[in-house]
């Protein structure tokens, strides 16, 4: 299969790869042989064509329903022109974020990300690519990189990515959204999917 690297976000001691399969137009998420995230020192950067073979993970719990386990991988080469490229072959949400992710992505008012509810989890995809019809401003919320979309509310998403940091993502923008394994900061407190932003497009 021809894979494009799409995306390259930082986890403990390892990288989060997100791919688009080209041959088979779908989102993937590149793990190792073992089931891990790609090590620190992975070959995987964004913007490069593979020749890849892989087998789909067993056992998914969606919506994380793209993990795929790389077997081997061969270089092609580096795309030039990545947005052009996904805004002519992936589907791509579009106006404010209430538009993304199936509506289902719940946005707190005190800034807070928003996040995908385990009473939601049927939704099919934790990876998707949007639009946004406003610039998203860049800010710095609890000691880490958020951008801000304002519409009838402040809505929040954290970055993880590996691209070099920007003021402001300006409107119409291919933004790559991922939503983090479902996590919770306390024990007694119930686990959701974060939404975040993994990287963007400038033409």
């Known amino acids: 299969m021809k894979v494009l690297i799409v995306a390259k976000t930082h986890m403990k001691n390892a990288f989060c790869v997100g791919a688009y399969d080209i041959t088979n137009k779908s989102n993937i998420r590149l793990l190792t042989s073992s089931e891990d995230n790609q090590p620190t020192n992975t070959k995987f950067n964004v913007g490069q064509l593979w020749e890849m073979e892989y087998i789909k993970r067993e056992n998914i719990i969606p919506p994380h329903v793209e993990d795929v386990l790389v077997r081997s991988a061969s270089f092609i080469e580096q795309m030039k022109d990545i947005s ?42 934790s990876v998707g690519f949007w639009q946004a019809d406003q610039n998203l401003e860049l800010t710095i919320l609890e000691d880490k990189k958020h951008f801000l979309y304002f519409g009838e509310q402040a809505f929040s998403f954290s970055y993880v990515g590996v691209m070099d940091k920007v003021e402001a993502i300006p409107k119409n923008t291919i933004i790559r959204l991922s939503l983090a394994r479902w996590w919770s900061p306390r024990p007694e407190m119930p686990k959701h999917c974060y939404c975040q932003i993994s990287g963007w497009y400038m033409s």
Do not use: M
Not at 96 to 125: A, V
């Open 84 to 125: 052009n490229f996904l805004l002519n072959n992936v589907p791509i949400w579009r106006g404010s974020p209430s538009e993304i992710f199936d509506k289902e992505i719940t946005f707190p008012i005190n800034w807070k990300s928003g996040f995908l509810e385990r009473k939601d989890s049927s939704l099919s995809q």
